[in-house]
């Protein structure tokens, strides 16, 4: 029963409209349950790039101003500007808010790859270095090849792979491999990384690949630190003295 009275009266209170409001200390109260009014916040410009956050620095844009703001690089894809000063509720504006576009489609890493595509993951998802030739070629040959036996001693592994009836060899293959997949802003050097590059063989006799990350998550620690330093040297460079916090 008492329930029942507690929920009436909320309904009439409900009915009511509307509840008032007082000042306390310069903020402003509902007067049931006592609820902040918030102010408004800033609607954050978006960009999808590390020059287009720059920019809107250099041309400061009202909040924009070096004495108001300060540069927080939340994470490998993510750095906003937000203002020095919070609100009357510590809440900080963010005025510029820049995200790595399409970041999530890159190299799928633990997934097995059929040799064509394992190939075409390596030329448009990675950077070219010298690590990234040789899986090329060690790729290339796997492609029309059937996989017939490997040694594995749980770091490199030695397969055997036989073509038609013509060609037959042994590859030994690499590990780890350090690479520099696409994973940041694309202003900045990409980090380098290890990986496991393993050998699957199918049900058909033909050869899967795959790569699994090594570093336990460094990399993005890396990123963080070089997006930070790109952006303080590019602020620099503009005599903008706004702070960088990574």
């Known amino acids: 029963m008492d329930r029942m009275l507690v929920e009436f009266v909320e309904k009439i209170e409900e009915l009511a409209g509307p509840a008032p409001t007082i000042v306390v200390d310069g903020q402003e109260f509902h007067t049931r349950q006592l609820r902040p009014v918030m102010a408004p916040q800033v609607e954050p410009v978006k960009v999808n790039t590390l020059t287009g956050l720059v920019d809107l620095l250099k041309a400061k844009v009202e909040e924009f101003e070096p004495g108001g703001s300060l540069v927080h690089v939340e994470n490998f894809d993510s750095v ?111 980090p380098e990384s290890l990986f496991v590059f393993r050998l699957h063989g199918g049900d058909d006799g033909l050869p899967s690949c795959s790569l699994l990350e090594a570093d336990g998550g460094k990399w993005k620690l890396d990123a963080i630190q070089a997006v930070a330093k790109w952006l303080d040297t590019e602020l620099r460079a503009a005599q903008l003295t706004i702070p960088v916090i990574a």
């Open 80 to 190: 906003k500007v937000i203002t020095r000063e919070s609100d009357g509720w510590q809440r900080r504006d963010c005025l510029v808010h820049a995200t790595l576009k399409n970041h999530g489609e890159g190299f799928h890493f633990g997934q097995k790859y059929g040799a064509e595509a394992f190939n075409i993951a390596l030329q448009t998802l990675f950077v070219d270095r010298p690590t990234r030739a040789e899986l090329l070629r060690l790729v290339g040959n796997l492609k029309s090849a059937e996989l017939r036996t490997a040694e594995d001693d749980g770091v490199s592994q030695i397969a055997t792979l036989r073509a038609g009836v013509h060609l037959a060899g042994e590859e030994k293959i690499p590990n780890p491999v350090s690479l520099c997949p696409w994973r940041t802003f694309r202003e900045i050097t990409q």
